[in-house]
């Protein structure tokens, strides 16, 4: 009768061991999936901002100075005319098959992109414009209140700027 008690305690101490050790190693693996899939989010909305950033770049100054921005925060990318331009682009190539728009647009919508496009300077010279390209969003796995936010900037200078009469 002692034999069988001694062990039953045996079995309740190394069971015991291996709760206290397999855990934190459970929740080790979990914190790491829920970080790598935070950085998956994150490596989209930096491509995100820098594709439209990138498409401002290449757009025509005096069509820049025409769509800038009233304010610093900007406005919804989708209803920027310049930045709308580039993401209607951009989905248009990424997309091959309606299964494929379909994940892409599952996928896209915990994101929300602003652009501003602004003077820099005093007075009402437009020729050095700022260019941001804001994007934030929520994931799934971090349950976070506020929104993640990854902002670009560039200044894009009227291309005549340099050349001296």
Known sequence: MSRRAVGLVEILVAMGLMCAVVIPLVMLIQRNAALGA???FRMLA??????ILEGMLVTDHRELRRARTLGADGVEASAHPI???????????VVSSADQERALKSQLSFYQERVAIQP???GDS?????LSAVVLWRTPV????AP????LTALFARPDLTVTR
């Not at 930096?46 to 594709?51: F, N, P, W």
């Not at 930045?83 to 190539?93: G, N, Q, V």
């Not at 993640?148 to 902002?151: A, F, I, S």
């Open 126 to 130: 437009d020729d050095l414009l700022e």
């Open 120 to 122: 820099v300077g005093r």
């Open 83 to 93: 930045a709308a331009r580039i993401l209607a682009a951009a989905a248009r190539t």
């Open 38 to 40: 935070g950085q998956q």
């Open 148 to 151: 993640h936010r990854l902002g």
């Open 142 to 145: 971090d349950g976070s209140p």
């Open 46 to 51: 930096l491509a995100r901002a820098s594709l």
